[in-house]
């Protein structure tokens, strides 16, 4: 009777389908010996998520009751290959990563190969150290307008010999743009 309770406190199980995750505890509808239950889905404080399908988890039995039972969920498809003491975020079904790499640097990838967005909304977001853009640059609305290389440009002149509205292109710009 023990080794047989001992035998089940701990074992694989798959997740059948994502939970509608709008319980106070999350949980899913994991497979495991051919059977199917409603489980609670451990995660580290802070983090939550909602596993897919086909989701391998380990099932465990608090207090060794049967009926009593958490699962932890892993997936190794798609995780990145990282080196000794890194650390990562991933999204399996999209490939988005965030990779705390070894040498300090954290590499944010949005969707496959990154294609996804990344959005950030706050009161302020504060960058130290220089900011390098490669593609175009969206400012948005809500501040001076900025005029670049290439862009058609209309300057009104009020007064003087050369008053009047002239339009042109930007033919030169600088390529250090500091905020001092």
Known sequence: ??????????KFAKVKEASKDDQQFPQQKVDYDGKLANVFVLFPYGM?????????TTLHSIQADLANRVAIGGYN??????ADGEVCLYHPPTDA???????GDLDITSGEGGSGDINIICATANVT???????????????A??????DDVEVVITSGSSSGTWAGTIKSASTNNNAN
Do not use: C, W, Y
């Not at 498809?77 to 990282?82: F, H, K």
């Not at 150290?129 to 809500?142: A, E, M, Q, R, Y």
């Open 97 to 103: 990563i965030i990779h705390f790499k070894e040498n």
């Open 129 to 143: 150290g220089d900011v390098k853009v490669d593609g175009k640059t969206d400012l948005g609305t809500g501040g």
């Open 145 to 150: 307008g900025i005029a670049r290389l290439g």
């Open 77 to 82: 498809e798609g995780r990145p290959t990282m």
């Open 1 to 10: 009777m023990l080794s047989r309770l001992l035998q089940n406190l701990t």
């Open 48 to 56: 939550h998520g909602n596993m897919s399908a086909d989701t391998i």
